[in-house]
């Protein structure tokens, strides 16, 4: 025991010595050149035209200095202090060996632990004295001074953060992004305190003039355009963009250089920053005035991209950039503590973020909770009687029903593949199913199960900026090194862009952590209503080779059919959904119980076990069909409707009906465009849109969504366009070119559910679908390339409705449409309307005489039937290669340098073709 006792108070003198000294370890241990950098740093201010000041020693600075009138004093002086502290540390030793020595209990000991903590505390006051001493030494050597002719330019893109009635909050500074935007910089925090301000409006002001009490003084207004996380203030980034001038003569930007950022930063470089202190660090009377402080990079956190540094800051100096000798920045200053590192966020996560910002890009704020605006994960929400309409409650996000077992398998699963430590670090995975099967609900309770394991969910938003590729990179260059991040994608097959963008970006940065030995993950669950797309997805011309080898290997997890639900699993699940909806809407569950024939095969999908239960709760039960049970629910939604306009704003069912089916069919809107298409549609209801957009508010303020679930908007889709005004809401939708990638995916997605293929569009088209083909037809006069270019996307899912629509025209109508229609990057997925295309645009050129233009789209046709890949086609595309080489070789005789190109370029498309035909005799000849 006394033994055990010993070794116990050894290790915590041990500790607590370790701890006393480790100030004047470290400082001794450090390089001669970095003690001269801490113990001369230099702090300079500017005039009100930029000129820098002579330097200043900071108070601090000053009080640690020891006055004495000769060296050979100090020198003196030094010497009596080691005794004295020498001494300390044998008493310290005796001290420690009589305290060993005795009982735990004994009165003695505790004495004896007392005098040993005055001592430690004498060493500790007798090291401050020392620590002077000991800076000053060095001080022969000359300081690093500032450069006037680096630092004077780069001050002019420094401001002060201020609040509307000019309360100083901080620092900033200039920034040009790749794009050309130029934004102000600052700290997240430094940002939080204009919005915690009430007084100001939640306004922020940028003052580029180095001394407060200046006249005139040159402050802009500011607009929020990026808020980053915080992860321990490593990211603590804010981007502003500049409104306009306090007064109109200083010009709608700042006369100043944006700052550069730095090729490299190493630990023990010199530093500067340069910013507003509002402390007065000058030792001349003044605060928040513009201020250069030298000093030295002391560490770099390479895991949280942060740089430490001991450059003397204080409140104020948040935002201020950390530059090089060359006036270059290497960070961004976070925090100021005495007597502590300072931290900076690393050059490489602020060059991130500002390249990622565009001129056109709305605000893209990453919420408290550290994800991306657009990257939320849907939550639980109550639901209301008074203020939801009944179709909320079969909202899988909203989570009104419980998670059924009958799942656990598919989530075990997934969990597994996740907690396997062995896999590739970026991964994905397929999860497809009809509409309906619980694809969303099975997707979220894999994410909240993958968070409490330590993952961080992500769920990617419907409506996205148009960088969301490059902020998703920007987050994940902000992350800690051993994060893992799970995103699901719905509607995957018709996201393919943005999910191989998504991916791109990921792969990159996980390349590029993976040299500081990073242990991060990435995992993408993607949603679909089939899979046929998901092999072909390689093969997709946004598919960079980088992708297309990566999709290939052991990060493809391959994808999996959600099962439909067992027959012995239904009761539960209709009980369950029958408690939950009767407890969401406050009323009691009917006794007896009314139970459907659950035996149909109709209910191997949730949804419509659901559905049963809303329509017995509501007294419908017995409704034998998909159609009834979709119907009883619309009629619910619509008598909802009523209830809430009331009889002196009467709303017709053929109104409402036809405004939702124009709102599922185009994907969602704003406000202000429903707002038009119901004016259009002639629906004499003043408060439509602002009703409507507060029963499906949209992923963002200004949004209305669809109506969900998908299967009540595409069955409005289905009778309203089969009527009379089926028509004027196709042509409605069609008109907007914003629409036409979410009509077509709208329709691909529906062609599942109805059995549309080819054949039966052409032959045995029903009404709703003939009134799709014809405002399709419409909108190829208008925006074929628009409608080209999402049939790109889409894949083979859109073929049906892009060839039947495209050969609804007649053949002038074709040849018009095809005028400046681009068909290259040729996709193989939709090549029979490629082709097709291809010869209109040769029976426009052919129009006149055989000229460029011929040639022209004979080389596009020779490519898109070389792309069909059978030998016919193949064989035509040679005799189309061989035409158009013969017109430029006609052309070039008369003007060579005009056609020379043309010309050899079509010789190489000729060769191209050759080689393709696979006899000895082509391949000779190509």
């Known amino acids: 025991e006394r033994e055990r006792e010993r070794e116990t108070h050894t290790h915590c003198v041990r500790k607590l010595e370790d701890t006393t000294h480790s100030k004047a370890r470290n400082f001794s241990a450090r390089p001669r050149e970095q003690q001269r950098m801490e113990s001369s740093g230099h702090n300079y201010r500017f005039s009100d035209d930029y000129k820098l000041l002579p330097p200043s020693r900071s108070p601090q600075q000053q009080s640690t200095s020891v006055a004495s009138s000769s060296e050979q004093e100090q020198e003196q002086k030094l010497m009596e202090l080691k005794q004295q502290y020498q001494q300390l540390r044998q008493d310290e030793d005796t001290l420690l060996s009589s305290i060993l020595l005795l009982p735990l209990q004994d009165l003695q000991r505790e004495k004896l632990v007392r005098n040993l903590q005055a001592n430690q505390k004498e060493q500790r006051q007798m090291q401050e004295q020392i620590l002077p001493f000991l800076k000053s030494k060095p001080q022969q050597e000359q300081p690093r001074s500032a450069d006037a002719d680096v630092f004077e330019p780069v001050a002019r893109a420094v401001c002060r953060m201020e609040t509307t009635n000019g309360r100083h909050i901080g620092s900033g500074a200039l920034f040009k992004s790749i794009n050309g935007l130029v934004v102000v910089v600052t700290n997240r925090h430094v940002a939080d305190r204009i919005h915690e301000d009430k007084q100001t409006k939640r306004r922020a002001w940028a003052n580029f003039t180095p001394n407060p009490g200046s006249s005139p003084q040159r402050r802009y207004e500011l607009r929020l355009k990026h808020l980053n996380m915080r992860f321990g203030g490593h990211a603590d980034i804010a981007l502003f963009t500049i409104e306009g001038p306090e007064t109109p003569d200083l010009g709608q930007v700042p006369n100043a250089t944006p700052l550069e950022f730095a090729s490299q930063v190493r630990a023990d470089q010199f530093c500067w920053v340069l910013g507003f202190p509002g402390e007065d660090l000058t030792g001349l009377g003044v605060s928040g005035v513009m201020r250069l402080s030298s000093g030295s990079v002391t560490s770099i956190n390479e895991q949280k991209r942060v740089l430490e540094h001991n450059v003397d800051t204080s409140v104020g100096s948040s935002g201020s950039p950390v530059l090089d000798k060359n006036a270059e920045v290497i960070g961004v200053h976070f925090a100021s503590s005495k007597n502590e590192e300072k931290g900076a966020v690393h050059r490489s996560i602020v060059k991130d973020i500002v390249d990622s910002q565009k001129e056109d890009v709305p605000v893209a704020s990453v919420l408290e909770n550290g994800l991306l605006s657009f990257l939320q994960v849907p939550t639980a929400a109550a639901w209301t009687p008074d203020l939801h309409p009944p179709s909320q409650l079969l909202v899988a996000g909203d989570q009104v029903v419980r998670f059924h077992p009958q799942r ?64 998703w990179k920007a987050w994940l260059n902000a992350l800690p090194a051993a994060s893992k991040v799970m995103l699901v994608v719905d509607y995957a097959e018709t996201r393919q862009e943005t999910l191989l963008q998504l991916l791109d970006a990921a792969l990159q940065v996980l390349n590029e952590k993976a040299k500081i030995a990073s242990s991060m993950r990435v995992h993408v669950m993607c949603l679909a209503r089939e899979s046929r797309w998901w092999n072909q997805l390689k093969d997709s011309p946004e598919c960079s080779t980088l992708m297309r080898n990566w999709i290939g290997g052991t990060g493809n997890w391959g994808h999996a059919l959600l099962p439909p639900w067992a027959s012995t699993d239904r009761p539960s699940a209709f009980e369950n959904a029958l408690e939950d909806f009767a407890n969401a ?65 009467p709303l017709s069912s053929e109104d409402w009906a036809d405004s939702l089916a124009w709102l599922a069919l185009v994907g969602g809107a704003s406000v202000d465009e429903l707002r038009k298409a119901v004016i259009v549609m002639g629906i004499d209801t003043p408060r439509f849109a602002e009703v409507t957009a507060g029963f499906y508010p949209g992923e963002s303020k200004g949004l209305v969504a669809p109506l969900q679930p998908d299967l009540l908007g595409e069955t409005l889709i289905v009778q309203q366009l089969s009527k009379e005004r089926g028509k004027r809401i196709m042509s409605l939708a069609t008109k907007n070119e914003a629409f036409i990638k979410n009509i077509l995916s709208v329709l691909s997605r529906m062609r599942c559910a109805h059995n549309i293929d080819l054949r039966s569009l052409r032959r045995d088209a029903s009404p709703w679908q003939r009134t799709a083909i014809k405002g399709l037809a419409d909108a190829w006069m208008t925006s074929g390339q628009v409608l080209l270019g999402a049939g790109r996307l889409l894949g083979r899912r859109a073929l049906p409705w892009l060839l039947v629509s495209w050969c609804a025209l007649s053949a002038v109508d074709q040849d018009i449409s095809s005028v400046n229609m681009n068909i290259t990057p040729i996709s193989t997925s939709i090549i029979e309307v490629v082709v097709d295309i291809a010869q209109s645009t040769l029976r426009r050129a052919n129009a006149g005489a055989e000229n460029r233009d011929s040639a022209r789209a004979l080389n596009c046709l020779a490519d898109a039937l070389s792309e069909q890949g059978d030998a016919a086609s193949r064989r035509e595309a040679l005799a189309c290669s061989k035409k158009a080489v013969g017109i430029l070789r006609a052309l070039e005789e008369e003007q060579p340098a005009a056609h020379l190109p043309d010309l050899a370029n079509s010789l190489n498309s000729l060769a191209i073709r050759l080689s393709e035909q696979g006899d000895a005799a082509s391949r000779g000849e190509a």
């Not at 997707?443 to 769920?459: D, Q």
């Not at 159609?627 to 009889?647: I, K």
């Open 408 to 471: 656990e398998a598919v989530v075990s699963g997934a969990l597994a593949l996740l907690a396997d430590e062995k896999r590739a670090r970026l991964s994905m995975r397929l999860l497809h199913g009809p509409g309906g099967i619980g694809k969303t609900r099975t997707a979220l309770e894999t994410v909240k199960r993958a968070e409490n394991n330590g993952w961080t969910g992500a769920w990617l938003a419907n409506k996205l900026p148009d960088d969301a590729a490059q902020q």
């Open 585 to 649: 809407q406050r009323i009691e569950s009917p006794t007896p119980r009314p139970t459907p024939d659950l035996s149909d095969r109709m209910y191997d999908r949730p949804l419509f076990i659901h559905l049963a239960a809303l329509a017995a709760l509501a007294g419908d039960a017995g409704l034998g069909s998909k159609e009834a049970l979709v119907q009883s629910q619309l009629n619910r939604e619509f008598a909802y409707w009523q209830r809430w306009f009331g009889t002196e704003e």
